[in-house]
């Protein structure tokens, strides 16, 4: 690389090469819009073994094979591991087939882990979800369901998937009484959760950060845990300003926080949601009521966003509470872009300033 770069210098013309070098110090734009910081090991389930958060992901489907006898896993090239044929397979490239298909098996009684390969393909399996899925029991009245059904798809921007392999397609499914929608933020998260999902007794949709899946690396149980649905955890507490995001965004308002108590000396209360629905309204609205101040952020659009269905319920909840409007910083109303992300997604500098933006107000 040193060679290639002074090849490159004495290719260019005078002086040119002092406008496009970078200033010595100026920061480089990585890979990532965050840092990720590994929890603390858990001492209550166990031997931990250091996991990223596909292996974090591959050991609750372990568990959970050699815990149900009825389990079977399928969808697009997920046929590694020893299994036998009946167990782990793979299926056509067919989304709207792998999740009726899944149904069907969850209909019987056994339990169906089914993955669509990117949640952007995701869509064509929307009625089997939306009408069939989420609707089995209800319009059967109960004497039937597919509850055992959990759907994993890899999610949210990864830095060069560009329109069909970025999207955080959450809220269209946020909309559907019937499912369970899930999404961690690290291995030891992702495995509790996809463990909880493929127990629980309604279908679940399980979006797993796919930049997370290398970048994220910590200590992780190796024996089955559960973490519950629906419950909204508070990573850092404070009294001036609440930050609730999911995902891979946890990361970024965690390191917003950071930045808010030491350039501010603002405190914050940061809230990982975990479970988009049904989600945790309690928690949410007891800390909006003691900070007075809201700050939501997600990676996609800002219209008809999840952040839209939070900012609504604490509104009508804890409108005596509020010192500022609620803030919402989301990706922009396009297509996820290609070249263009780093300025499309909501990172650290765009959270930030408008976190100021609410303690000025």
């Given amino acids: 690389m040193a060679a290639a770069g002074r090849a490159l210098r004495a290719a260019l013309p005078a002086g040119l090469w002092g406008r496009l070098a970078p200033l010595p110090g100026a920061p480089r734009r990585t890979a990532a ?3 990720f910081q590994p929890d603390p090991a858990p001492s209550e389930y166990g031997q931990t073994q250091k996991m990223n958060l596909f292996q974090s ?31 782990v397979f793979n299926t056509p490239l067919c989304e709207q087939g792998i999740v009726g298909f899944g149904i069907g098996i969850a209909v019987t009684g056994a339990t169906a882990i089914a993955e669509i390969q ?46 069909y392999h970025s999207q955080s397609p959450e809220a269209f499914f946020a909309h559907c009484p019937g499912i369970k929608v899930v999404i961690p933020r690290s291995p030891l998260q992702a495995k509790g959760l996809l463990l909880s999902c493929i127990e629980d ?3 679940c949709i399980f979006f797993e950060p796919k930049i997370l899946y290398r970048a994220a690396v910590e200590q992780v149980p190796v024996e089955p845990y559960n973490i519950p649905l629906s419950q909204a955890e508070v990573l850092q507490t404070g009294s ?31 809230i990982d949601l975990r479970t988009i629905l049904p989600w945790d309204t ?18 996609a659009p800002l219209t008809g966003g999840f952040a839209s269905e939070i900012s609504s319920t604490v509104q ?8 500022a409007p609620i803030a919402r910083v989301c990706g922009y109303d396009t297509p996820f872009p290609h070249i263009f992300e780093p300025f499309y997604i909501p990172d650290k500098w765009k959270c930030y300033d408008a976190l100021r933006r609410m303690i000025n107000y």
């Fill in 118 to 163: 990117f949640a952007d393909y995701i869509f064509p399996a929307f009625d089997q979800i939306v009408n069939e899925a989420a609707k089995y029991r209800y319009r059967s009245g109960d004497l039937f369901n597919c509850g055992s059904l959990t759907i994993r798809a890899p999610w949210g921007c990864v830095g060069h998937g560009a329109l």
């Fill in 57 to 87: 992901i591959t050991s609750a489907l372990d568990n959970a094979l050699a815990k149900d006898p009825t389990a079977v896993v399928f969808g697009e090239d997920v046929a590694f591991g020893g299994y036998g044929k009946f167990i």
């Fill in 316 to 323: 009508e909840e804890c409108f005596l509470n509020l010192e």
């Fill in 240 to 270: 001036d300003v609440t930050m609730v995001a999911w995902g891979t965004q946890v990361h970024v308002i965690k390191e917003v926080a950071a930045m808010a108590q030491e350039k501010l000396g603002v405190s914050c209360e940061v």
């Fill in 201 to 203: 007794k309604n279908p």
């Fill in 33 to 35: 819009h965050f840092s």
């Fill in 282 to 299: 309690e928690t949410v609205c007891k800390s909006v009521a003691k900070t007075g101040r809201l700050l939501i952020s997600h990676e």
